[in-house]
């Protein structure tokens, strides 16, 4: 079964401070890896899709990158406005009819101070 | 607007009563996802339909839920006699034909069973 594991589950960092979130994964026949943005209480925005390793996404402060087993979006000098939650999503299988689904980790709920 | 929008936003209602919930994808998108999402989780997977067609669903879609797209447009997910642990957000999520390709999803609709 595929599973995607993010961590950290919540991260603190002050305005300015670079770091990373990290989505490791298991699946058979990876399609495409995809990160999402969450607000509470709004719907997933759509961030980035990646599909195969060694494959980067640039987007304001924001970089996504792939290995075979994991995923890192790189947030640097974060401002407040990007506090939200981080999701992970996965996309496996053979293409059939069915194996559309998106498999989702648990999300890295990201805290950006003043 | 062009964005996924689902109707209502918020919906609370007793135990054991039905409930139906609308989502209407970007218009040029043929492929539409069911999701719910709990507290701190992910979003779960629960149907996804192309065009008229539903073509996946998940083990987590009990005979109390049924999801419908009748013309290949908007879709209806309906909650027979509902239960407290079907409280969650639903989200739906429309994307183009093709082997992989991000889904949108909308605002979701917050379903509270007392």
Same mark, same amino acid.
């Given at each position: ?55 980067? +996404?640039? +987007? ?30 996965? @996309?496996?299988?053979?293409?059939? @009819?069915?194996?559309? +689904? ?13 | ?81 509902? %239960? ?17 390709? %991000? ?12």
């Amino acid at each position: 079964e595929d599973q995607v594991t993010q961590s950290p589950e919540a991260l603190r960092l002050q305005e300015g401070e670079s770091s990373s979130l990290n989505c490791s994964y298991t699946v058979s026949g990876l399609r495409g890896l995809f990160w999402y943005r969450q607000d509470p209480g709004k719907g997933p925005e759509f961030l980035f899709t990646l599909y195969s390793a060694g494959e980067e +996404k640039e +987007k304001e402060r924001l970089k996504a990158t792939l290995t075979k087993k994991e995923s890192f979006l790189h947030i640097t000098a974060p401002k407040p406005e990007d506090s939200a939650t981080y999701l992970c999503a996965v @996309q496996a299988g053979v293409i059939i @009819q069915g194996a559309q +689904k998106l498999v989702f980790g648990q999300g890295t709920r990201l805290t950006i101070n003043p | 607007d062009t964005g996924v929008s689902q109707d209502p936003r918020h919906k609370i209602t007793k135990r054991g009563q039905n409930v139906t919930f609308r989502c209407d994808p970007i218009s040029e998108h043929n492929r539409l996802y069911w999701y719910r999402q709990t507290l701190g989780q992910g979003p779960e997977f629960l149907t996804y339909f192309q065009n008229e067609a539903q073509l996946e669903k998940s083990r987590l879609l009990s005979d109390r839920f049924s999801a419908e797209r009748p013309k290949g447009s908007f879709s209806t997910l309906e909650i027979q006699r509902t %239960e407290q642990g079907d409280s969650a957000m639903y989200l739906c999520a429309s994307s183009f034909d093709s082997s992989s390709y %991000e889904q949108y999803f909308g605002p979701g609709t917050r379903l509270t069973v007392t």
